[in-house]
């Protein structure tokens, strides 16, 4: 009886705590993201940069889509083609 109630509460812990603990991963790779594209940034000008580089929200395909078509006006064939594969492979 006692195992049994052991092993449930370690599972409901865990059901209540994963998508925290998981968010919180999430959160610790945009913070090592940020930082490094941060580089040698000092002062205000890194705060400002950090506060911007870690409320910024992943886009999503469609609005990574959109935006990458909207830039590439203008561009034809091959040009376009080549540009459309780096915007989109870009985070």
Same mark, same amino acid.
Not at 10 to 18: D, E, M, S
Not at 56 to 64: P, R, V
Not at 67 to 77: L, P, V
């Given at each position: !009886?006692?195992?049994?109630?052991?092993?449930?509460?370690?599972?409901? *812990?865990? /059901?209540?705590? #994963?998508?925290?603990?998981?968010?919180?991963?999430?959160?610790?790779? $945009? !913070? +090592?993201?940020?930082?490094? %594209? /941060?580089? %040698?940034?000092? #002062? =205000? =000008?890194?705060k400002a940069f950090m506060k911007e580089c870690l409320s910024?929200?992943?886009? +999503?395909?469609?609005? @990574? !889509? +959109?935006?990458?078509? $909207?830039? /590439?006006?203008?561009? @034809? #064939? =091959? =040009?376009? $083609?080549? *540009? !459309? $594969?780096?915007?989109?492979? /870009?985070?």
């Open positions: !009886m006692k195992k049994t109630l052991a092993v449930s509460l370690t599972a409901l *812990f865990l /059901a209540v705590t #994963g998508p925290a603990l998981a968010a919180e991963n999430t959160q610790q790779n $945009k !913070m +090592t993201t940020c930082n490094k %594209d /941060a580089g %040698d940034r000092k #002062g =205000d =000008d890194r910024a929200k992943k886009m +999503t395909q469609q609005e @990574k !889509m +959109t935006a990458c078509n $909207k830039e /590439a006006t203008g561009k @034809k #064939g =091959d =040009d376009r $083609k080549a *540009f !459309m $594969k780096q915007c989109l492979s /870009a985070s």
